[in-house]
């Protein structure tokens, strides 16, 4: 059989190669077709979907996230997963008002897996139910100002320095200088100022006596277990625990639950940039997997014609 003139290995290549990307892409559009149905027949119940972590340094994305969740009709209520230390008292006391705000609109369950403690138990005190599992690193309730001095280590090296300043107490955390007495006193009212509203939020969140807080705000961590017969949390269980906890608040079971986790593209976008309702921000995307294999292709190709010359198919 004689074939057309003008074929030549390149283009070959590149028939194949447009060959296996639709091969790599539609599964995806398959499952992305499959879902879309499932999503119309079947009537799900929309829960946000929202992964605390790490240390918390800014309240922006959770707030936003939370807003977003309360303002959709579609989310009926928040499961907000704890895996963090804690961090800045005033991005920690943000989220818990923006928590707050949304728990009295719809309920809020938050599962503490490993560790939530500090500023990350503090944003998530005021769920309406909080789980952790039983061996997991809960409380952690204080205030602390850290205050790292160099001045004996720079006059050791012979190094000078000159602070002018107005205001008395504008220099209290300057490193470069021995802190007196009173700047002391200064920084511990500010600590325990902020330890007091820690401790007045708890308290007020989760039913427990101000007059007892040395019980459990003396800035101990708990284990989970240790940490419900001190009433910080409601039960020790897992994840999936959390989830049927919600499911019970709605009325249903969790076979109706979807968990979402932001506004999500539609269309061909959707499967471009990925779309997980679980969170796993860092799984790759459909779109870096296509540009992988598309650079892997073209470097082949590259290397072909490099030690040959185009062959002639007549």
């Avoid at 296996?20 to 559009?29: E, I, N, R, S």
């Avoid at 427990?208 to 020790?236: C, M, P, R, S, Y």
Wanted: proline share 3%; charged share 20%; glycine share 8%.
């Amino acid at each position: 059989m004689k074939l057309r003139q003008g074929w030549t290995f390149l283009g070959i290549l590149k028939n194949l190669f447009f060959l296996l990307l639709f091969l790599q892409v539609l599964p995806f559009f398959i499952v992305g077709i499959k879902n879309n149905i499932d999503e119309v027949v079947k009537d799900k119940i929309e829960v946000g979907y929202l992964n605390l972590r790490n240390t918390i340094n800014d309240s922006v994305f959770y707030s936003k996230r939370i807003q977003e969740f309360e303002m959709n009709p579609s989310i009926q209520g928040l499961i907000i997963k704890v895996e963090s230390p804690g961090g800045l008292p005033g991005s920690s006391q943000a989220i818990f008002r923006e928590l707050s705000k949304f728990k009295h609109k719809k309920p809020v369950i938050a599962f503490i897996e490993n560790y939530g403690t500090s500023g990350a138990y503090y944003a998530i005190c005021g769920a309406n139910k909080i789980i952790a599992n039983p061996s997991a690193i809960v409380g952690s309730i204080g205030a602390v100002l850290r205050a790292p001095n160099v001045k004996d280590l720079l006059e050791s090296w012979k190094i000078k320095h000159t602070v002018v300043q107005s205001g008395e107490y504008k220099t209290a955390l300057d490193p470069l200088k021995a802190i007196n007495p009173d700047e002391v006193e200064y920084l511990h009212k500010m600590t325990d100022d902020t330890y007091n509203q820690f401790v007045a939020d708890v308290a007020h969140e989760r039913g427990l006596n101000k007059l007892q807080h040395k019980e459990w705000a003396n800035g101990k961590i708990f284990t989970g277990n240790q940490a419900k017969k001190l009433n910080l949390i409601d039960d020790v269980g897992s994840y999936r625990d959390a989830i049927e906890a919600m499911a019970t608040m709605l009325k249903t079971d969790t076979s109706q639950l979807k968990l979402i986790t932001t506004s999500r593209a539609q269309g061909l976008m959707r499967y471009l940039a990925g779309d997980d309702d679980y969170g796993a921000e860092m799984q790759a995307s459909l779109a870096s997997r296509i540009a992988e294999f598309g650079v892997h292709v073209y470097q082949q190709v590259v290397l072909k014609m490099g030690s040959e010359q185009p062959l002639v198919i007549s």
